[in-house]
């Protein structure tokens, strides 16, 4: 698959509407929120109010990326906000199991991140669990940094680890991608774009979606 979803993290927020209704315009598949609580990650972005405002306003999917400590506590509230997928990250997790079926009792996607130090051999023995699995390209907390080079092989071996297990889990990748770095990773197996600097500072962010699209 080749999906993409912009991050609003890099969106204007004085114009928040105006932006949301930019992408509902757009090919873009998803709406990736950016959730930071100041501790798992040393910046704070946004909550509960803002992602229910999104998706009042959207006519894609939400997918609600938690960088914050002890999500099992906050993911209720997210969904009910209109989360319709929600990402809690292996490093915040002590009983990942329990919080996976947390969210998928939900009735809503379920998805695992982990930070770019993070082996994906980790999650052998949940992979089968999951609707998705994020890797972060850059560390966590901030847009408009560069992308970590170790992260395509660490998609490869994701996708092998989800060929070899039986699972549907889409791959996505978060943070750094452009137009030649996007093309790589979908050659390496991931479904999923997230990119936010690269589309929102563009001259035509509908036009750079649909470039996105078409790799
Ligand atoms: C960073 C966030 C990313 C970020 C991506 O912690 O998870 O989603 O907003 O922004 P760019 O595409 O600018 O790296
Ligand atoms: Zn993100």
């Known amino acids: ?35 930071m609580d100041g501790v798992f990650v040393p910046n704070i972005s946004f909550g509960i ?14 997918d609600v990326h938690l960088m914050i400590v002890s999500p099992e506590k906050y993911i209720n509230e997210f969904q009910e906000a209109g989360a319709s997928i929600i990402t809690v990250h292996y490093e915040a997790c002590t009983h990942l199991y329990r919080t996976i079926q947390q969210i998928k009792d939900l009735g809503i996607k379920a998805s695992v991140c982990l930070n770019p130090h993070t082996p994906v051999a980790l999650l052998e023995d949940v992979i089968s669990e ?5 890797l972060m ?10 992308f970590i080079e170790n992260t395509y ?8 680890m989800i060929l070899r297990k039986n699972s549907s889990a889409l791959i996505e990748v978060d943070g750094g991608i452009n137009l030649e770095v996007g093309k790589k990773l979908y050659s390496c197996g991931v479904d999923i774009l997230v990119t936010g600097s690269f ?4 001259e035509n962010p509908i036009e750079t979606i649909a470039e996105l699209k078409r790799l």
Not at 16 to 30: F, P, R, T, V, Y
Not at 49 to 62: D, F, R, W, Y
Not at 154 to 159: E, G, H, S, T
């Open 130 to 134: 999951l609707d998705m699995v994020l």
């Open 1 to 35: 698959m080749k999906l993409v979803a912009p991050s609003i993290l890099a969106a204007n927020f004085n114009k928040l509407g105006d932006q949301i209704e930019m992408i509902n315009q757009s090919e873009a598949d998803l709406i990736h929120c950016d959730v």
């Open 49 to 62: 109010p803002i992602v229910q405002a999104v998706s009042q306003l959207s006519k894609k999917p939400l």
């Open 153 to 160: 092989r660490k998609a490869i071996a994701l996708k092998e």
């Open 199 to 202: 589309v929102f500072n563009s």
């Open 137 to 146: 390209s850059v560390n966590p907390g901030f847009g408009g940094q560069l």
